[in-house]
């Protein structure tokens, strides 16, 4: 395959918000931030690529029942960072899908956290493997399938 994505862009009802969120509570680094009213953006970066970019454009917030977005998956690199994201995240007061650390698929390896931003778009940290013995909220589903 020759594509791969470039970075994901996410229309939000109130930068400042997000931009918190997104910057203060998961640690993402902000490259670049448009001010001009009507035209407020961020982009959020690993080095100098953007990887997350916010638009303030939404009227109202994320609904998981259109088509368009599902979720939003991020990859950590232990539990223990997965554990650390999640301490930060009821701190903020996030919703979360499911209580705590659960596997992606009964008896799986793999597994992380659910949760919802400042706009309930739904959004996942997991990890590929470490999540033996995690319960799965689903038997017939992937979990990161319907939340």
């Not at 903020?92 to 992380?112: I, K, L, P, Q, R």
Request: proline share 4%; with cysteine; net charge negative.
């Amino acid at each position: 395959m020759t594509l791969r994505t470039g970075h994901v862009g996410l229309n939000v009802t109130d930068l400042d918000r997000s931009l918190a969120f997104y910057r203060d509570v998961l640690g993402f680094s902000l490259l670049a931030e448009g001010k001009e009213e009507g035209r407020r953006y961020a982009f959020f970066g690993d080095g100098g690529a953007p990887v997350l970019t916010l638009w303030q454009q939404a009227g109202e917030a994320y609904d998981g029942a259109r088509s368009g977005l599902h979720h939003l998956a991020f990859q950590a690199d232990s539990v223990e960072r997965i554990r650390a994201y999640e301490t930060a995240l009821r701190e903020y007061g996030a919703e979360f899908a499911h209580d705590g650390m659960v596997a992606h698929a009964e008896g799986a390896d793999s597994g992380g956290i659910f949760f919802f931003d400042p706009d309930g778009v739904r959004l996942e940290i997991s990890v590929p493997s470490g999540a033996e013995g995690a319960p799965a909220p689903h038997e017939s589903a992937p979990t990161c399938g319907f939340f």
